[in-house]
Structures are given as structure tokens and as C-alpha cells.
């Protein structure tokens, strides 16, 4: 017989299709987030979990099924899964980085030309029927070439858009724990304390991982660092930034702007943010094109097969869990 994996919401075909190759699948058949209760339910029986960042998988739903044997997460962060009690009950779990590191970087890029060009509110200025002639002083928005960008968080996808910015002949600082000398050789970067990048920068862009430590790394008093000519950008978790600050920041003309594709409450928004024009919001699609998409799901696909057929997966979060399993 083959062995049992739960899907909590509906992936590209073809991992599907490979998925069913090796396992017995159940899938959540709504295009719709699973309640706790639900997961719980669904997760009894199962030999393997595949679930998303939008999943909250605790010590409950791990106990649900105590012959569970991996927790493959389709995503890069891991933050929605309480990878200690997994570790405690030997339970491996896997993510899917590297695959989505082009794509979330043309992403953030997006955002940091869409606000400091202000395209949305252009194009809404258009449909709305608004637009009657060139004008001198229509719609001014900020140049984005040869200005100075801070990546808070240099890792794949700060170095990406590290990268993508050299294109435009931006100035480049980085605020991280650990020097990044490859990328001071490649691209020019300088490494600075995160004070000093803010108040520095004309563009700040938010690029590290989800944790306790950098839980509002971005509040009240980092957001009053920056220039009142500057843009935030947040592609990486909605907690890092103090959205209510933000949205104080942004409502005084404290800062130009701020282009965010992820949220503190997700997915709700912080009040007052929907009415504020010098933002470009979107619905946390950083990683949303066919062909990431897809690779995303292969590779939780694989972790989970690899864990089930007794391989060490490519992506294991916690290896301690294998080791001792």
C-alpha cells in the first residue's frame, strides 16, 4: 500500500501528479485557508503533511497523527510551523528556498519603481477619466536611478535585488549580523549599521526571515530615521514592520512611500492603510508566476518523497529531528 499524504490546499498539476506517483493523496478540495480544527481532522491517518505558510502547524496538530512523519511546508519561511516541537517528536520538516529567489526579487524591484514612479495611482488616474493632456506637473514621482537603496537583510533575494538595482546605478547599502564580502567585491555593497542605512537610504527594502528578533525590526523610531523623500518596501513577513507606525508615518508625510506585498495580520490590513495613495499594495504575490509556483511544489513534493523513502531531503530545517528519527 502506499503511504498517505494530506495537501491543505490545491498546487500546480504536476506536482500533484507527482505527489500521487508515490503517495496515497488527500487534498483540500476549497481554494480556501483550513481551520485549526479542520487540519486536525485531515492530518489523522496521514503519513505526510504538505501545508503552506498559511497553515499554523503546532504541537496539537502534530499530535493529531503520531505516525506522521514529515511536514513539508511550500514555502521558503517556516515561521507558521513550531519546527522545536517538531524537532521533540522527530519530526522532519522541509521548506522549498532557492526557487523563488528571482522571482521575489523582480518583485520587490517592482514595487521600488512602482512607488517612486507612483504607477498605481497613475493608472487609476487614467481609467478614471481623469487624464486630459500632458501637464508640467502631473503625477511627479522620484527618479530611482542613481539613488542610494538599503536591503535590510542580505541573503538570496537582498542579494538578487542588490542586484537588479546596479542595473538602475543605485548606491548600495546592507544591514545584516554577518559581512557580505562576495557581494562588497561583486557589486560595490557597504555594509552598515541598520540606523545608518535608514538614514541614509532613499529606498529600504526588508529582506530577513520572520522571528522573534526581528519582529518590528522596522517601527516607530526606524521609520522616523528615514528621509521624508524616502520609500519603505516590505516583500519578506508583514510582523517585521510596525504596520500601525507605518501607517502613521505615512498618513504625517513622514516618509515619501511604501510598497508592501505582505502584512502584519495577514490577511487583513492594518486600518487607514487601503486609503493612504503613496502605497502600492499588493496581495503577497511575490513568489506568483507559473513557473515558480510550480517549482515551489515540486520541491515540497520531493522533500516529502525523499523523507518517506529514507533520503535526507534537500531543504530539512531541522536535521537534528532525521538524525535522531
Known sequence: MKPKIYVTRRLPQPALDRIQEVFEMAINPDDRVLTKAEIVANVRGQDALLCLLTDTIDAEIMDAEKNLRVLSNYAVGYNNVDVEAATARKLPVTNTPGVLTETSADLAFTLILSVARRVAEADKFTRDGKFHGWGPMMLLGHDVYGKTLG??????????????????????????????PEAEAELGASRVELDDLL????????????????????????????????????TARGPIVDEAALVVALRAGDIAGAGLDVYESEPALEPGLVEL???????????????????????????????????????????????RA
Request: glycine letters at 8%; a neutral charge.
Open 277 to 323: 495613495e503613496n502605497t502600492v499594495l499588493l496581495p503577497h504575490v511575490a513568489s506568483a508566476t507559473i513557473e515558480t509556483r510550480t517549482k515551489m511544489a515540486m520541491l515540497a513534493a520531493e522533500n516529502a518523497i525523499a523523507v518517506i523513502e529514507g533520503r535526507t531531503p534537500a531543504h530539512l530545517v531541522n536535521p537534528e529531528a532525521l538524525d
Open 199 to 234: 538614514t541614509a537610504s532613499d529606498f529600504v527594502s526588508v529582506h530577513v526571515p520572520l522571528s522573534d528578533e526581528t519582529t518590528h525590526v522596522i517601527g516607530a523610531r526606524e521609520i522616523g530615521l528615514m528621509k521624508p523623500t524616502a520609500f519603505l518596501i516590505n
Open 151 to 180: 536591503i535590510v537583510g542580505l541573503g538570496r533575494i537582498g542579494l538578487a535585488t542588490a542586484r537588479r538595482a546596479r542595473g538602475f546605478g543605485m548606491n548600495l547599502l546592507y544591514a545584516s549580523r554577518t559581512p557580505k
